[in-house]
């Protein structure tokens, strides 16, 4: 059964850090591009990063550029979401998604094509 688990989120305070990851099971991680979404409350969800199949290439969105970074171990079968000087505005639940064909991953990003897709963490940023 292919599964994709998030863990890592929990409250911090603004300009704190917090390191996502998204363990997955019952596929070949090597085929899929991964991405990470969230979506707070009353807002749509939105792509945060985008990462290749072999982790080449990654996509951010203009929101996260230069404090999130987006990396992968397909022989861990986990995927990461390294996030940095987080803001109150970062607070949301975050969604890892797995792809098995994409046009670009800004395209995956922005318009959330996936597969698969996992449970969610919650990440609150707050003093």
């Known amino acids: 059964q292919l599964q994709l688990v998030e863990s890592g989120g929990g409250l911090v305070q603004p300009g704190g850090s917090l390191t996502l990851s998204c363990a997955t099971s019952g596929f070949t991680l090597d085929y899929y591009a991964i991405g990470w979404f969230r979506q707070a409350p009353g807002k749509e969800r939105e792509g945060v990063s985008c990462i290749s199949r072999r982790g080449g290439s990654t996509y951010y969105a203009d929101s996260v550029k230069g404090r999130f970074t987006m990396s992968r171990d397909n022989a861990k079968n986990t995927v990461y979401l390294q996030m940095n000087s987080l803001k109150p505005e970062d607070t949301a639940v975050y969604y890892c998604?797995?792809?098995?064909?994409?046009?670009?991953?800004?395209?995956?990003?922005?318009?959330?094509?996936?597969?698969?897709w996992g449970q969610g963490t919650q990440v609150t940023v707050s003093s």
């Open positions: 998604a797995a792809a098995s064909y994409y046009l670009t991953l800004q395209v995956m990003c922005d318009m959330g094509r996936a597969n698969y």
